[in-house]
């Protein structure tokens, strides 16, 4: 499989007030799989959004290399190429609203290099049909709620082509129900068009449907692999502040109590299916 991104040996520091400086990298090694839907989890202030800055060159390497579909984010003459292949979603709808139409809204990238109109309606009726807007296409998107907000936003992504969507904490500003808009969006683009997706998330259950699972503390991958494997190391993920899902931590209490039970069963569904087998087991 190719890869989408290349991190080897990425190392970044922030300049500090005082003459020291504040480390976030200091050696971080990580491929991305191209059409792979990952999600990236840690508590705040483990690096996450410089990490994700540093996937379409809004930040560039102190030390190591961050390459993009074979681009050394650290070559000017890449930086435009990088932005068209790496879209980049942000947690605040309103800051990334740029116009009073939604398809004003969702054109606005693609116009801004120029591409032809007749191919501009095409990629915006695309993009909003993608993110399930298409009807919104004439309303005003500050009237829009937030989850619908943060479709626009991904379709305004969208509409620029790219191969890999980053989008961080695109949640955390949104309801439960635009959360799950917006989660199954993104997993929906992932499975049917083959864009990868990396989503930076505070919740747990966000994470269920990736493909993989990238636990991070201070700078460091402290777990990698596929959600059953990672969230299932519930000690791990409470040591550096993370948890599992809730479906998991039903698992483990019941677990504990003597049910043996799979801790894997990370759906709501594949939980409820656990429980069954139990309940029905100790009926029989
Ligand atoms: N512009 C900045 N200047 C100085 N320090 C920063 C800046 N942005 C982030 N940091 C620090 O870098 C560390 C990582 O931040 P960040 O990548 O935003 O973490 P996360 O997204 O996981 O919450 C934090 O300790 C944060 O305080
Ligand atoms: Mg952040």
Redesign the pocket.
């Known amino acids: 499989m190719e890869n989408a991104i290349e991190i080897r040996h990425l190392a970044y520091s922030?300049p500090?007030d005082t003459a020291t400086e504040?480390v976030?990298f200091q050696d971080l090694s990580l491929d991305i799989e191209q059409g792979s839907f990952v999600a990236v989890l840690?508590h705040?202030?483990?690096?996450?959004?410089?990490l994700a800055k540093h996937l379409n060159a809004i930040l560039l390497p102190e030390g190591g290399t961050v390459t993009v579909y074979g681009l050394d984010t650290k070559q000017e003459e890449n930086l435009l190429a990088i932005r068209q292949q790496v879209g980049m979603v942000f947690q605040n709808p309103d800051n990334q609203i740029v116009s009073n139409v939604v398809e004003e809204d969702v054109a606005f990238a693609p116009e801004n290099l120029g591409v032809p109109s007749e191919e501009i309606r095409r990629r915006v009726d695309e993009a909003l049909e993608a993110v399930g807007m298409a009807a919104y296409k004439k309303h005003a998107p500050h009237l829009l709620s937030g989850g619908q907000k943060q479709r626009v936003a991904i379709a305004g992504v969208l509409a620029m082509r790219p191969k890999t969507i980053v989008l961080d904490e695109p949640t955390a500003m949104l309801d439960p129900q635009g959360r799950q808009e917006v989660v199954s969006i993104v997993e929906k683009l992932s499975r049917e068009q083959n864009i990868t997706a990396i989503l930076i998330t505070h919740h747990m259950d966000e994470a269920i449907c990736a493909d993989r699972v990238i636990a991070m503390d201070d700078g460091k991958i402290i777990a990698d692999g596929a959600p059953k494997d990672v969230f299932t190391k519930i000690d791990l993920l409470q040591s550096v502040g993370l948890t599992a899902p809730q479906t998991t931590l039903l698992l483990k209490a019941l677990d504990d109590d003597g049910c043996a039970l799979p801790l894997d069963a990370l759906s709501v569904d594949d939980c409820a299916q656990a429980l069954f087998r139990q309940i029905s087991q100790a009926k029989a």
């Open positions: 922030y500090d504040h976030v840690g705040n202030g483990c690096g996450k959004s410089t």
